[in-house]
């Protein structure tokens, strides 16, 4: 079933993490993401979720990344998944972006499109260090952010909303993001 999985979803959890000597009854094998993930390699396939396509501690080079766009729809929203790919299918990150097709129950949200999720993938620099093919760091987040501003004014939004957490706020400040009630707001 993990083939059947949307790309633009993430499964962070096959089973329960119990240590394999602790359970009483029922399946004994505590690895069953592992067990999966190595079936589908005999077979030549492979999961296509988020997790399974992160880039994790490989060194990209950005100049070679793709950024690639799934759409998909819910019953409120258009859905764009923007998401930077290596010539190899991995994940350096993505962007989540919901383009609401009725009103929002949110006053502040009246006119925006959405950011849901912004990642970028890979340890973080120490403060002064070179990023040696990381993907933090590779303005990815920007590129990410930038093509979000260009959809959302395409699609007829005026403004692009993100919910950000205490310490990320100063990077959407600096992206041209102002602070309002419960999301920090931008013109697109």
């Known amino acids: 079933c993990k083939m ?3 790309p633009y979803c993430r499964v962070n959890r096959l089973m ?7 359970i009483v009854a029922g399946v004994k094998k505590s690895n069953l993401r592992q067990i999966v993930q190595r079936h589908l390699a005999q077979q030549g396939l492979a999961c296509r979720c988020v997790r399974c396509r992160e880039v994790r501690g490989r060194a990209i080079d950005a100049d070679t990344l793709r950024l690639e766009q799934l759409d998909y729809e819910t019953d409120r929203t258009r859905e764009r998944f923007l998401s930077y790919l290596t010539p190899e299918g991995h ?3 993505f962007l989540r972006l919901s383009l609401p097709q009725i009103e929002p129950p949110i006053a502040e949200l009246a006119g925006c499109a959405v950011i849901r999720e912004v990642h970028v993938y890979g340890p973080a620099l120490e403060l002064g260090a070179q990023r040696d093919g990381r993907a933090q760091h590779a ?5 990410l952010l930038d093509e979000a501003r260009r959809i959302a004014r395409q699609e007829g939004f005026r403004r692009l909303a993100v919910i950000a957490a205490v310490g990320t706020r100063p990077y959407y400040r600096e992206r041209g993001f ?11």
Do not use: H, K
Request: hydrophobic share 40%; glycine share 14%.
């Open 178 to 188: 102002e602070q309002g009630e419960l999301y920090m707001v931008a013109e697109v």
């Open 16 to 22: 329960r993490d119990i240590p394999a000597p602790n």
């Open 91 to 93: 994940l350096a990150g």
């Open 4 to 6: 059947l999985i949307p």
């Open 139 to 143: 303005g990815l987040g920007t590129r």
